[in-house]
C-alpha cells in the first residue's frame, strides 16, 4: 500500500507541531505559520509571472528561508525541541537589499496605487500578506507563546523589500504607479515614507 497525504489526522481539527505536540488547527503557533505558508505562496505566484530575472532569483531565495522561518514558527519551545534558525544574516541580507533599490534614482516617488503592472501588483498582495504574518507572530507572542530570534525583524524587513520589488518593476517598466497626480493632491513620498518609516 502506498503512503499518502491524506492521513485523517486533522479530521478533528487538530494539527501536530514539531516535536509531536497536538493543537488546535485555531491555535495562534498554527496561524502564524500558516500565514507564512500563504506568503510563500503569492510570493511563488509573483515570481512565476515576473520577467525580471533579478528579482525573480532574490524572491526564490527568499521562499526557502520562509520555508526555514514557518519551521522555526511550527516549533514550540522545549528542552528537546531546536527551531531552525533565523539568522541576522537573513535579515541583514534583506536589509541591504532595500537600501539598493531605494537608491535607485527615481524609484521613490510617491505611494503607490497596485494595479498597473501584473507583477508588481502579485508582490503587492505578497506585502499585505506579509504584514498579516508578521501581525499573527507578535499576536502569538503576546499570548505567551515564544518565537525564534529575528522572526518579527525578517517579515518586517520582507514587507519592505517586497513593496520595494512592485515599485522596482514599474520603473523598469516606466510605468507610474503613483497615488497622488494633478488631478488627486495630497503629501507625496518624502513626507509620507518619513513618517511611516518612523511606525515601523
Known amino acids: 500500500m502506498t503512503t499518502s497525504i491524506a492521513t485523517k489526522h486533522g479530521d478533528k481539527g487538530e494539527t501536530g ?33 515576473c520577467l525580471d530575472e533579478e528579482i525573480s532569483a532574490s524572491t526564490k531565495q527568499i521562499q526557502r528561508e520562509l520555508f526555514q522561518l514557518g519551521g522555526a514558527l511550527a516549533t514550540p519551545s522545549s528542552p528537546a525541541n531546536k527551531a531552525m534558525p533565523v539568522t541576522e544574516e537573513m535579515v541583514d541580507s534583506l536589509t541591504a537589499q532595500v537600501h539598493r533599490i531605494e537608491a535607485i534614482e527615481g524609484v521613490l516617488s510617491d505611494w503607490s496605487l497596485p494595479g498597473e503592472h501584473d507583477a508588481a501588483a502579485a508582490y503587492d498582495v ?10 499573527s507572530v507578535v499576536r502569538m507572542i503576546e499570548a505567551g507563546e515564544t518565537a525564534a530570534p529575528n522572526v518579527i525583524p525578517y517579515l518586517n524587513r520582507l514587507s519592505d523589500l ?26 507625496r513620498w518624502s513626507k509620507a515614507w518619513g513618517d511611516a518609516r518612523s511606525r515601523q
Open 126 to 135: 505578497a506585502r499585505t500578506v506579509c504584514r498579516r504574518a508578521e501581525r
Open 162 to 187: 517586497l513593496w520595494l520589488f512592485g515599485r522596482l518593476l514599474e520603473f523598469r517598466a516606466g510605468l507610474n504607479g503613483a497615488l497622488r497626480d494633478v488631478q488627486h493632491a495630497g503629501p
Open 17 to 49: 507541531l514539531v516535536g509531536g505536540v497536538r493543537v488546535s488547527k485555531g491555535n495562534l503557533r498554527v496561524e502564524a505559520y500558516g500565514n507564512v505558508d500563504e506568503l510563500n505562496s503569492c510570493m511563488g505566484f509573483a515570481r512565476s509571472i
